[in-house]
């Protein structure tokens, strides 16, 4: 083919419709204004929403925290007085040691065992019936009564 060939071209207008312009009806839109209005009120509600529940978890995590570290404290001077019980329990089971007693009655107390014209041997009966022998008896008087009958 060559460029100088013409080419036949047909041009059919029987099947058109009218080529004027048709003229379109006006549609009164609704205002945009309130929808973009009520958007933003919702988007922003739902910001304002999500920030708060996010404060909202941060004060319970940071009460949380809070009381943690309060019942660290707490087990924390718990194992130190029970420290101190034991180191009080040691003192007391070596002062009720009794060889302990005795290093200390020698001592400090300048005690010493008795000796044979020292000791008095006592003879008790014990009756089935009665309970004791005659302990409200006024001649014996306790070591105390008479210290008091000192001072008074």
Request: aromatic letters at 10%; zero cysteines.
């Amino acid at each position: 083919m060559s460029a100088l060939s013409k080419r036949n071209y047909s041009y059919d207008y029987d099947n058109q419709q009218d080529l004027e312009p048709k003229i379109k009806k006006r549609v009164i839109k609704k205002k945009k204004k309130n929808k973009i209005t009520i958007g933003a009120i919702k988007n922003w509600l739902i910001v304002i929403a999500i920030f708060g529940l996010g404060i909202m978890i941060i004060y319970n995590y940071a009460t949380i925290t809070e009381k943690k570290m309060a019942i660290t404290d707490l087990e924390d001077e718990i194992v130190a007085l029970n420290d101190e019980i034991d180191g009080y329990n040691i003192y007391l089971e070596s002062l009720n040691n009794t060889n302990m007693i005795e290093s200390m009655a020698k001592s400090y107390l300048g005690m010493n065992y008795p000796t044979r014209k020292q000791t008095v041997f006592l003879n008790v009966t014990y009756d089935e019936n009665s309970e004791l022998a005659n302990n409200d008896d006024e001649s014996e008087v306790s070591l105390l009564q008479r210290a008091f009958r000192l001072f008074q």
